[in-house]
């Protein structure tokens, strides 16, 4: 059975302060790890990483991924009170499905 | 840009009602799911689909059914709407060909008194 941990499962941090959202995963076949970010809304999504040590990058967002280690993070530098949403972790495995992790709750104060 | 869209972003049903969720994507996506989201148990999928007419069951298939009879459109149906199935309601849709991103639509927050 594939498994996600998201960790940690909440953070309150203020603007300006840089977070490291951490997702280790055990999925058979691994073929993808997707990052969303959620807010009152449906999940949107972030970055796809498949290879292990190669940095996505997005503005403030940054993501990478260990296929030895198995695991990923996602850091935000200078967090401003837009990114306060729940982070969504996803790998995926030879079902071409993503096992969803709980979540990181994120909340920046001004 | 790809769009999901649900038919309903509201609904209130009561006990035992049979309940239609629909979802519509416009990108020729060969895959669909049915996810529910509750507090602190994130998504669990429901049902998927990778094909018109074809159907797998997901993590927590008991209670509802779908259906796929067009590519572009696959339904979530809770034949006897319990109270435990409230919940906000999610569909995606995904294509191995662009590397199996789901998208999201905005989600069904349904309410079964």
């Known amino acids: 059975e594939d498994k996600v941990v998201q960790s940690p499962l909440s953070l309150v941090v203020h603007e300006g302060d840089t977070v490291t959202l951490n997702c280790s995963y055990e999925?058979?076949?691994?073929?993808?790890l997707l990052w969303y970010k959620q807010e009152k809304k449906a999940p949107t999504f972030l970055f796809m990483l498949t290879s292990s040590g190669i940095e996505k990058k997005s503005g403030r967002l940054s993501s990478i991924l260990d296929k030895k280690e198995l695991f990923s993070i996602l850091n935000i530098t200078a967090t401003q009170t837009g990114d306060s949403a729940i982070y969504l972790c996803a790998p995926s495995g030879g079902s071409y499905i993503p096992t969803f992790g709980r979540g990181t709750s994120l909340i920046v104060h001004p | 840009d790809v769009k999901v869209t649900q038919s309903s972003r509201y609904l209130v049903k009561r006990t035992g009602e049979k309940v239609f969720l629909e979802c519509v994507q416009d990108?020729?996506?060969?895959?669909m799911f049915w996810y529910r989201q509750d507090p602190g148990l994130g998504l669990r999928l429901i049902y998927f689909s990778y094909d018109v007419k074809m159907k797998e069951k997901g993590d927590i298939p008991e209670g509802y059914s779908v259906s796929r009879e067009k590519k572009e459109r696959f339904s979530l149906i809770l034949e006897s709407a319990s109270t435990n199935q409230t919940s906000m309601y999610l569909c995606?849709?995904?294509?191995?060909?662009?590397?199996?991103?789901?998208?999201f639509g905005p989600g069904t927050r349904l309410t079964v008194t």
């Open positions: 999925v058979t076949n691994f073929r993808s």
């Open positions: 990108m020729d996506h060969e895959n």
């Open positions: 995606a849709s995904s294509s191995y060909e662009k590397g199996n991103e789901q998208y």
